[in-house]
């Protein structure tokens, strides 16, 4: 991702993100689905603030396989190896309308913003059941009624897909990376630019870019798993 130094200066940013998992207890038996991860973030900065959360912990779903999202097992606090996707692509446009608008995320002051995902495998489509670690690290795919398929599948955890029942874990935010984000005291329409632009048209190219200064303030959120 090509980046620029910011041309203008800005007060310092504090942004505050309670993480819920919902329901708080999975059963790899009874419930099909996983559970809901949730990220409510809130600010009191006087400008808006908009965040290029492109790889970052707030790219929901695909922070679950770049390990920006943690987990730690209760009450050791030992930190679980999460599933890794590693996606090479071309830089991260700033075009009105083209999918990678997604990765700009506009916090209003003093406004609740939220964003969530399935917490488990899927891409954030909630269709794939969850299989305890006994299961997944022997790296095959389940169907339905848990018989294996010979199509493989990372034997890493991804949200509570793979973790091992009878514990409780937390679930927080890489602090290295919401440390290294990018953002701009802007609202993202100052940011984006209009398709036909053929100049200026990546993230890099936006004058305005600050690199660090926010005080991340986290509440991380816990789940059990059962069997």
């Not at 809130?42 to 959360?53: A, D, E, N, Q």
């Not at 492109?54 to 396989?65: D, E, G, I, Y």
Request: glycine residues 10%; proline residues 9%.
């Amino acid at each position: 991702m090509s980046t620029t130094t910011p041309t203008t200066t800005s007060p310092p940013a504090k942004i505050h993100i309670t993480i819920t998992i919902t329901p708080e207890t999975h059963s790899f038996t009874t419930n099909p689905l996983p559970p809901f991860l949730t990220l409510s973030l809130l600010t009191h900065h006087p400008t808006p603030i908009t965040l290029c959360t492109f790889n970052r912990p707030l790219a929901l779903p695909s922070a679950l396989t770049n390990r920006t999202i943690t987990i730690h097992s209760l009450p050791s606090r030992q930190k679980i190896e999460t599933c890794l996707f590693q996606v090479n692509r071309s830089p991260v446009t700033r075009v009105r309308g083209d999918s990678d608008e997604q990765f700009y995320l506009t916090l209003l002051p003093n406004t609740p913003t939220t964003i969530s995902t399935p917490f488990g495998r899927g891409g954030g489509v909630n269709k794939i059941r969850p299989v305890p670690k006994a299961i997944a690290e022997k790296g095959w795919e389940v169907d339905e009624e848990g018989r294996e398929r010979r199509v493989r599948r990372s034997v890493q955890p991804t949200g509570v897909d793979g973790l091992e029942p009878g514990l409780e874990y937390e679930v927080g935010l890489d602090r290295e990376s919401l440390d290294g984000m990018w953002w701009a005291p802007v609202g993202r329409e100052e940011i984006l630019v209009e398709g036909g632009t053929t100049e200026g048209r990546y993230m890099g190219d936006y004058r305005g870019w600050v690199k660090g200064g926010v005080e991340w303030v986290v509440e991380g959120g816990r789940v059990k798993v059962e069997e």
